[in-house]
């Protein structure tokens, strides 16, 4: 056998482990439509590694470059391998960058929008709470009205006229507080409705 011919034996003899290494691991790694194609490929560089062994013992000299082909055709299978896996682990690299982009963006304006939902309640209750101060405010002074009005009646009956119409006019600032308090009720309605709808705009782009 000449220098080349033992030259290209060598090399075949090492490609083999290498294809048999890559054969255990298409067949562990689970998947099935690219392992079943990864199976078919090693069997045939396989093949064609024994089938170049044999030949390289029975060819002469000049045909012994023509077998380092198909040996450069298998080894270039193997780097496709491994670009393809490279090239898979960036794209879900990029995946995960995106998602975590897209994770910082949602807890940013959730927290904008919660921040305002927060100050708009605060400052609703604080409108409730001073309305329920004025009604109970009113309350009060017509009670106080009524008992003035009790224990004054035996002894001004000339003034009780007058303060029926003061309690009258108790009763008509009475309703006119209440109509204020429907017209701001409404108009903290109408201002919670456009807040909501401008939320959820923002949260839709």
Same mark, same amino acid.
């Given at each position: 056998?000449?220098?080349?011919?033992? =030259?290209?034996a060598?090399?075949?003899?090492?490609? =083999?482990?290498?294809?048999?290494?890559?054969?255990? =691991? +298409?067949?562990?790694?689970?998947?099935? %439509?690219? +392992?079943?194609?990864?199976?078919?490929?090693?069997?045939a560089? #396989?093949?064609?590694?024994?089938?170049?062994?044999?030949?390289?013992?029975? #060819?002469?000299? /000049?045909? @012994?470059?023509?077998?380092?082909?198909?040996?450069?055709?298998?080894? !270039?299978?193997?780097?496709? /391998?491994?670009?393809?896996?490279?090239?898979?682990?960036?794209?879900?690299?990029?995946l995960?960058?995106?998602?975590?982009?897209?994770?910082?963006?949602?807890? !940013?304006?959730?927290?904008?929008?919660?921040?305002?939902?927060?100050s708009?309640?605060?400052?609703? %209750?604080?409108? *409730?709470?001073a309305?329920?101060?004025?009604?109970? +405010?009113?309350?009060?002074?017509?009670e106080?009205?009524?008992?003035?009005?009790?224990?004054?009646?035996?002894?001004?009956?000339?003034s009780?006229?007058? *303060?029926?119409?003061?309690?009258?006019?108790l009763?008509?600032?009475?309703?006119? *507080?209440? +109509? /204020?308090?429907?017209? @701001?009720?409404?108009?903290?309605?109408?201002?919670?409705?456009?807040?909501?709808?401008?939320?959820?705009?923002?949260?839709?782009?």
């Amino acid at each position: 056998m000449t220098a080349d011919a033992a =030259l290209l034996a060598i090399i075949v003899a090492f490609l =083999l482990p290498l294809r048999l290494v890559s054969l255990g =691991l +298409s067949l562990a790694s689970g998947r099935h %439509g690219t +392992s079943s194609r990864r199976v078919r490929r090693s069997c045939a560089a #396989l093949a064609v590694a024994a089938a170049l062994l044999a030949v390289i013992f029975a #060819l002469p000299r /000049d045909h @012994v470059r023509e077998c380092a082909a198909p040996i450069a055709s298998v080894s !270039s299978a193997g780097d496709d /391998d491994g670009g393809f896996r490279e090239e898979l682990r960036l794209e879900v690299e990029q995946l995960k960058q995106q998602l975590a982009r897209l994770e910082s963006l949602w807890d !940013s304006k959730s927290k904008a929008v919660d921040d305002k939902l927060d100050s708009l309640e605060e400052d609703n %209750g604080r409108v *409730m709470r001073a309305m329920a101060l004025d009604v109970q +405010s009113l309350i009060n002074e017509r009670e106080n009205i009524k008992i003035q009005e009790s224990l004054c009646s035996s002894y001004f009956g000339n003034s009780i006229k007058e *303060m029926e119409n003061e309690v009258q006019i108790l009763k008509d600032g009475s309703r006119k *507080m209440n +109509s /204020d308090i429907s017209s @701001v009720a409404k108009d903290t309605a109408e201002k919670v409705e456009v807040l909501h709808s401008a939320i959820e705009k923002i949260l839709r782009y």
